[in-house]
């Protein structure tokens, strides 16, 4: 890497983010040693984030951190997995001097404390294209627990925690700068900025519910990798799917329910669960403060069938953010 130097950079920026875990060697090896515990198995997560297209190129460091760290936690949380550590490859622009990656690391320092996280390995490279971040995360659960898209089930209910459409609402006020609308939508603005991965959520889901996805490209998209995964069809009632109040005032004001269940970046849940444990779905939610509703049910068939509740079926141009 130009500058500072590959290694002075390894050395003195990120190895104290390893804070001495021996799975990391010191950052001195080709790879890390990461034994699994008895009677566990590994749950791998790997996500690449480029700017412009996962984040934009205006976000500033601590953005970047926590959307990218956070981002891959959603995906151990989809799987009920307990975190454990994370791989970082880098490849950083020659317009981001040391400043902006001292800052991005300090930042990124913050966000893994918060989650229990430790760094163990990666790379580091220099790109003429925009800044890239691939990590790879580490997560474990007990053998055979697993969350997976695949075990939906006809009868099963199918639920989603939080609220969605305000990931999507808060990238559009990111963009807009300082226009009317960051005013409309400031309040959705954190969920794009820092996304609240909903990892004990996840954990308490094991054993209860029969296939779980996070709530990336869009809830409507999401819900048909379930769909296809479980080879059946997901019924919603999109008049169901619960919304925050910057949303309802920005649907009032005449925004697109389509554009909140297609949006994505919500990070959230979506699962489905056999209709004889409601009463242990809604007391998970109670325990853990995390609100969640029941928006649709599990048919044979396949794909998604999402309709209002005057039974008109909601048919949006694309289902959700696509990657190519």
Do not use: K
Not at 129 to 139: D, N, Y
Not at 192 to 199: A, C, K, M
């Amino acid at each position: 890497m130009a500058g500072d130097g590959e290694f002075d950079f390894i050395r003195n920026q990120l190895l104290p983010l390893t804070e001495g875990d021996p799975a990391a060697l010191g950052l001195a090896d080709d790879a890390a040693l990461l034994p699994p515990g008895p009677g566990r198995e590994m749950v791998l997560a790997c996500d690449s984030l480029v700017a412009g297209v996962h984040f934009l190129d205006s976000d500033e460091p601590a953005v970047v951190a926590a959307r990218a760290l956070r981002s891959n936690l959603s995906d151990l949380a989809a799987m009920g997995a307990r975190p454990r550590a994370y791989l970082a490859a880098i490849a950083w622009p020659d317009v981001l001097g040391a400043d902006w990656r001292e800052a991005f690391v300090r930042a990124l320092h913050r966000e893994q404390s918060l989650f229990g996280l430790t760094l163990i390995g990666g790379d580091t490279t220099s790109t003429p294209g925009p800044l890239t971040l691939s990590l790879t995360l580490v997560g474990q659960v007990a053998t055979g627990t697993a969350l997976r898209r695949s075990g939906a089930m006809p009868g099963d209910d199918v639920w989603v925690s939080g609220v969605i459409g305000d990931g999507v609402l808060g990238l559009n006020s990111a963009r807009s700068g300082a226009g009317v609308l960051t005013g409309a939508l400031a309040g959705a603005l954190s969920r794009y900025q820092s996304p609240e991965p909903r990892l004990a959520l996840g954990q308490g889901l094991r054993g209860l519910a029969s296939a779980a996805i996070d709530v990336s490209d869009g809830l409507l998209a999401d819900a048909g990798h379930i769909a296809s995964a479980s080879r059946c069809c997901l019924a919603l009632d999109v008049d169901a799917v619960p919304v925050s109040p910057t949303a309802t005032a920005w649907l009032s004001a005449g925004g697109s329910l389509e554009t909140l269940v297609t949006g994505g970046d919500d990070y959230e849940l979506l699962f489905t669960a056999p209709a004889d444990g409601r009463d242990r779905v809604e007391a998970l939610g109670e325990a853990g403060d995390v609100p969640l509703t029941r928006i649709g049910a599990v048919q044979p068939g396949e794909g998604v069938q999402a309709r209002y509740h005057d039974g008109r079926l909601m048919q949006p141009a694309r289902a959700g953010f696509t990657h190519f």
